[in-house]
């Protein structure tokens, strides 16, 4: 897996221009600071603390796994191919995007955030990879954002980091549309499967 698709919330890469998305991760200062961060506390505070801080923009998650220490968001759709909207396809191809959350197994906590952009073509989500020139740009500027809220929310308990940040959860594999969730849809046509877990009220 690319270094530049897993994001710690505490090492982040530059900004790179994204489309569809909002402003850059954060300021240098912001990530410079961000490179040495852990967090203190008990496990129970920093997983309610992330859920938060993401709650908003992504109020239905795929898995809420706190044995494993971590969290996979439902695809949120982010683009579609306008042409075959235009043709009256209510299946036209869509863009999705989705976030991986992963704490570390002990204190002080690491927490690293991956993202993962899919391209949607009735019945099945096809992920790419990360190596795949046709990968949208705007994941990683997405996946910053989320890393950087998730550090906002946690700054007040920051400590030094120590010892290595854990793996990148990351699942990349091809999915049936009734096996996964999904939702969201900016253009237009509500898309929303109920394998979900509920843990935020939609803002979009």
Wanted: charged share 20%.
């Amino acid at each position: 897996m690319s270094n530049s698709r897993s994001l710690s919330a505490f090492a982040f890469v530059a900004c790179v221009a994204c489309v569809a998305c909002a402003s850059c991760a954060g300021t240098s200062a912001e990530l410079t600071a961000a490179k040495s961060t852990a967090y203190q506390g008990s496990f129970d505070d920093v997983w309610n603390k992330v859920v938060a801080s993401i709650n908003h923009e992504f109020p239905m998650v795929q898995e809420l796994d706190q044995q494993h220490h971590r969290i996979l968001t439902c695809w949120h759709t982010i683009d579609r191919h306008l042409d075959t909207v235009s043709a009256g396809d209510i299946n036209a191809d869509r863009f999705f995007y989705r976030a991986a959350i992963q704490i570390s197994d002990a204190p002080p906590w690491r927490i690293v955030v991956s993202g993962r952009a899919a391209h949607f073509t009735q019945p099945s989500v096809f992920p790419f990879k990360h190596d795949d020139p046709s990968e949208p740009a705007w994941v990683d500027g997405r996946t910053e954002k989320i890393a950087v809220a998730i550090h906002e929310g946690l700054k007040a308990s920051a400590a030094p980091a120590t010892g290595a940040p854990p793996p990148a959860y990351d699942p990349g594999d091809v999915e049936n549309i009734a096996d996964t969730c999904i939702v969201g849809d900016i253009v237009g046509i509500p898309v929303q499967h109920t394998k979900g877990i509920k843990i935020g009220t939609e803002t979009q």
